[in-house]
């Protein structure tokens, strides 16, 4: 398929482990975002790629997440020693092009569990 | 950011037309009006969006008021594949990222 796609679908990790979060966009999409879902919440923004460049990482809880997009297509999102309120869905989406109007792609998302 | 509100939930039969309102009484000017939706275990995904006129789509209609400070999501004919919750968004003007800002949404329940 031509959809964003995510891996590893499912992630269990103990507390304290480092893991990472891959993101393939759709081919061509210039921008790239990480969002943050809690059960029962909407995504939140974590951070935002145009390119190979990070724009905006306001998002990003704290100095234990990285994301990168070193060749401007596929991005991982790392998060260091895990704690148990990082467990979430983790949703990747592009976009073509970085107008207001631009629509965006979803991926179905990883679902973080840490214990 | 401009807020949205929405109702919690809403309920309707399939085959039946729904209508989804979003409060957004602090609405700029140049603010786009966005509706994503998201189906159980899946990823957000696009319905429509608009600025002052009513737009359609395939998939849905939506109705802008003339003060721009409320809009209305309309399905036309609901299905069991509508079950989903959906989202108003506001896009403040380009400031060189689209960073749409989700709020709780309306969890949408189609009844057989």
């Known amino acids: 398929g031509a959809g964003v796609s995510q891996s590893p679908r499912y992630k269990v990790a103990k507390r304290g482990q480092d893991v990472a979060l891959r993101c393939d966009p759709i081919s061509g999409h210039v921008s790239l975002f990480w969002y943050q879902q809690a059960l029962g919440q909407g995504p939140e923004f974590l951070t935002y790629f145009q390119n190979e460049a990070q724009l905006d990482k306001s998002g990003l809880p704290s100095d234990r997440f990285f994301a990168e997009r070193p060749e401007g297509s596929v991005s991982t999102l790392k998060i260091q020693r895990t704690q148990q309120e990082d467990s979430a869905v983790y949703l990747c989406?592009?976009?073509?092009?970085?107008?207001?109007?631009?629509?965006?792609?979803f991926g179905s998302g990883t679902q973080l569990s840490v214990l | 950011d401009a807020k949205t509100t929405q109702p919690n939930s809403m309920e309707s039969n399939e085959e039946e037309p729904v209508h989804l309102p979003c409060n957004h009484s602090?609405?700029?000017?140049?603010?786009?009006i966005h509706w994503y939706r998201q189906l159980p275990s899946q990823g957000p995904e696009y319905v429509i969006h608009?600025?002052?006129s009513n737009v359609n789509n395939r998939m849905a209609s939506l109705a802008i008021a003339e003060d721009r400070k409320s809009s209305t999501l309309i399905l036309h004919r609901a299905t069991l594949r509508d079950a989903a919750v959906y989202y108003c968004?506001?896009?403040?003007?380009?400031?060189?990222?689209?960073?749409?800002?989700f709020g709780q949404g309306t969890r949408l329940t189609i009844n057989p």
């Open positions: 602090t609405i700029s000017g140049t603010d786009y």
């Open positions: 608009g600025l002052t």
């Open positions: 968004i506001l896009s403040p003007p380009f400031q060189g990222a689209q960073k749409l800002v």
């Open positions: 989406a592009s976009s073509l092009e970085r107008t207001t109007n631009e629509k965006l792609f």
